[in-house]
């Protein structure tokens, strides 16, 4: 496959090591949390974050909601890497929920592309701890659409004007 566009993967090469950076009008949820990008590559993306209070149920542990919502999050990070120029949808997500994590505690979150077909692409994803003992594992498939993603024509525009 043509990538048509490596500038979101750029964007985010230059952030490693640092929260992950703003991807101009993606709202994602997990840039409320401060996730630090560990890693990033085409169709692979590493992301930590720190367990926070509004991250957790009442057991102070992560929240199975919140972990589905960061999953589909990341994957679509995934995604976005691979360089095209319309927007993919999730169309569905299986999560197995495996382990805990605690209030406090550090989880990583990682996905990856398995396969990249001409209109649905499948991804794999799993949250674990600093041990990398698993916490959960995700499988998802994503639907291209013919809808132009706004932050490859941010990036696009961003790129003629310098």
Same mark, same amino acid.
């Given at each position: 496959m043509i990538v048509k566009n490596a500038n979101i993967l750029k964007h985010l090469t230059s952030a490693i090591g640092n929260n992950l950076p703003d #991807?101009?009008? @993606?709202?994602?949820?997990? /840039? =409320?949390y401060n996730g630090k990008l560990i890693s990033v590559s085409r169709g692979e993306i590493r992301v930590q974050f720190l367990i926070q209070p509004q991250m957790t149920n009442p057991l102070g542990i992560l929240h199975g909601g919140m972990q589905c919502t960061l999953i589909d999050d990341i994957i679509g990070i995934a995604v976005a890497t691979l360089g095209n120029d319309v927007f993919s949808m999730s169309i569905n997500l299986q999560i197995n929920y495996l382990g805990k994590a605690k209030l406090g505690e550090k989880i990583y979150i990682s996905a990856r592309i398995i396969r990249e077909g001409r209109n649905i692409i499948h991804a794999s994803a799993k949250i674990s701890d600093i041990n990398d003992k698993i916490i959960s594992v995700a499988q998802s498939d994503?639907? =291209?659409? %013919? @809808? !132009? /993603? !706004?932050?490859? %024509? /941010? #990036?696009?525009?961003? =790129? %003629?004007?310098?």
């Open positions: #991807l101009h009008k @993606i709202p994602m949820i997990t /840039s =409320k994503l639907l =291209k659409t %013919q @809808i !132009d /993603s !706004d932050y490859i %024509q /941010s #990036l696009l525009n961003e =790129k %003629q004007d310098k």
